[in-house]
């Protein structure tokens, strides 16, 4: 099974994945958080830090693309494909309401003569290597069956399912006997998307893949960001090895942050996180509200390295 690290909008930039990549293994290819898609006179690509390849050196990126206009993905692709990407993946399932009202992200998933109509652009005007990354649909798991149904001509890469709905967010579960049944219905290859937490979490998804050798993970490694590497091994790493090398990994981490972008930003950053951390460290919610409710970089760097030490000790 390979596993890949899911786009996470704000979190998965090129300063997390390059400090993952130096501390963790197991995680053979990074999905980018999206980009938006623009007509040639409005593109600037060099703009776009994030998948510049001098910021992405040794890993292995797909750059993630957002929007609905044909031509804007042709555009886009093309100047992409400058820079030396050759495989590229579209965001049919963002769902913020913002997104959705433009009928972008989820909200493009109840028109699938929109959805074909940008995939048949795309091959017949580029020679990339496109996929799609979708939900069941935005209200009805019916919308991702049209879609695929209609999409079965083209050369599609891979189709990464995140088996919500838009109008779930990311409450409920994922819904495995719907991702079963689109397994069975299509040839496609399909990569799996949703809450792979840990072991327990992996072998109960995996009795549900027919076909699967792909999983993206997402907040998963954002609780144990040695999940990969657990579930290569299917072992759980020593307590105190865990511990040891998560206090490398987020001395690298929060170094390289705050040099690039300043306490302010780092804070922000670092805050969210560790909503995601506190799971690691089993922090009680008390501690937790503590340490975000910080306002200064300084206060909440000694309190956050204090929990990262004290790990170590117990
Ligand atoms: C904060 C956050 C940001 C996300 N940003 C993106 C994104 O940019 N593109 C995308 O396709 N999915 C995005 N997702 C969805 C994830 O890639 C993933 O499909 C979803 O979280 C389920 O997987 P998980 O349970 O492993 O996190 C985001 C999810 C979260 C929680």
Not at 207 to 212: L, P
């Given at each position: 099974m390979e596993f890949w690290l899911a786009p996470l909008h704000g979190i998965t930039h090129y300063h997390f994945r390059n400090c993952l990549n130096r501390h963790v293994g197991g995680i053979s290819v990074a999905v980018t958080p999206f980009l938006p898609v623009e007509a040639a006179g409005r593109l600037n690509v060099k703009k776009w830090v994030d998948i510049q390849p001098d910021n992405n050196v040794g890993l292995d990126i797909i750059p993630q693309l957002i929007g609905n206009t044909p031509s804007h993905f042709v555009d886009t692709i093309r100047a992409l494909q400058g820079l030396g990407y050759e495989r590229f993946n579209w965001n049919i399932g963002c769902p913020a309401a913002q997104v959705v009202r433009k009928r972008r992200g989820c909200g493009i998933m109840p028109y699938p003569e929109m959805v074909e109509a940008v995939v048949r652009e795309v091959a017949d005007q580029t020679t990339c290597r496109f996929s799609i990354k979708m939900r069941l649909g935005l209200k009805r798991p019916q919308e991702s069956f049209q879609i695929l149904e209609r999409l079965q001509g083209y050369p599609l890469d891979f189709v990464a399912v995140h088996p919500r709905l838009g109008v779930q967010e990311y409450e409920g579960v994922p819904d495995l006997t719907a991702f079963q049944q689109l397994q069975n219905a299509f040839h496609y290859h399909f990569v799996y998307s949703g809450d792979i937490v840990d072991l327990l979490s992996y072998h109960h998804i995996q009795?549900?893949?027919?076909?699967?050798d792909c999983c993206l993970l997402g907040r998963g490694i954002l609780r144990n960001i040695f999940l990969a590497e657990e579930l290569q091994s299917g072992k759980t790493l020593p307590r105190e090895v865990r511990f040891r090398r998560f206090q490398h990994f987020y001395e690298d981490y929060t170094n390289t942050l705050l040099s690039a972008r300043g306490p302010h930003a780092a804070l922000a950053n670092l805050k969210e996180l560790w909503h995601y951390f506190a799971t690691f460290f089993h922090l009680s919610p008390e501690n937790l509200i503590e340490l975000l409710r910080c306002t200064d970089y300084t206060a909440f760097d000694a309190l956050a390295h204090d929990i990262v030490l004290r790990a170590q000790n117990v």
């Open positions: 009795s549900y893949f027919n076909v699967v």
